[in-house]
Nanobody, 123 residues
Framework: VQLQAFGGGLVQAGGSLRLPCAAS????????MGWFRQAPGEEREFVAA????????YYADSVKGRFTISRDNAENTVYLQMNSLKPEDTAVYYC?????????????????WGRGTLVTVSS
C-alpha cells in the first residue's frame, strides 16, 4: 500500500489543521493506521492510532482532547484533525499502516509509511 499525507502548513497557535492521508494500491480496511510526528532533532513519536474498523482509537497524552483520528475506508483515507494547536506541535507528520490486529504506538511496528507533511505552529 502506498500512502501520502498532505494538508500541512503554517498556522497560528490555537488554530486548526486537518491532515488527510490517502492510500493507493490496497484497500485501507485491511490495515490499522497510525499518525506519527518528528520534530527537528527529535525522535519520531506516536500521535494517534485507529483500528481497522475505526471502533478503537488511541492518542498520545500530549494530544489527547485536541487531536482526532478518523478513517473513511470507502474513500481509502485516514484523517488527523488537529485543534488548539501549540508551537510544540510543530513537526513533520507521517501516516503509517500495518496489517497487524494488535494496537501499537511503536513506529517500528508499522510496515508502510507515507511521505510526511510539515506542520508549523507559530506563537
Amino acid at each position: 500500500v502506498q500512502l501520502q499525507a498532505f494538508g500541512g502548513g503554517l498556522v497560528q497557535a490555537g488554530g486548526s489543521l486537518r491532515l488527510p492521508c490517502a492510500a493507493s494500491g490496497r484497500t485501507l480496511r485491511s490495515y490499522r493506521m497510525g499518525w506519527f510526528r518528528q520534530a527537528p532533532g527529535e525522535e519520531r513519536e506516536f500521535v494517534a492510532a485507529i483500528s481497522r474498523s475505526a471502533v478503537t482509537t488511541y492518542y498520545a497524552d500530549s494530544v489527547k482532547g485536541r487531536f482526532t483520528i478518523s478513517r473513511d475506508n470507502a474513500e481509502n483515507t485516514v484523517y488527523l484533525q488537529m485543534n488548539s494547536l501549540k508551537p510544540e506541535d510543530t513537526a513533520v507528520y507521517y501516516c503509517a499502516a500495518d496489517p497487524s490486529l494488535e494496537y501499537s504506538n511503536n513506529y517500528h511496528a508499522y510496515d508502510y509509511w507515507g511521505r510526511g507533511t510539515l506542520v508549523t505552529v507559530s506563537s
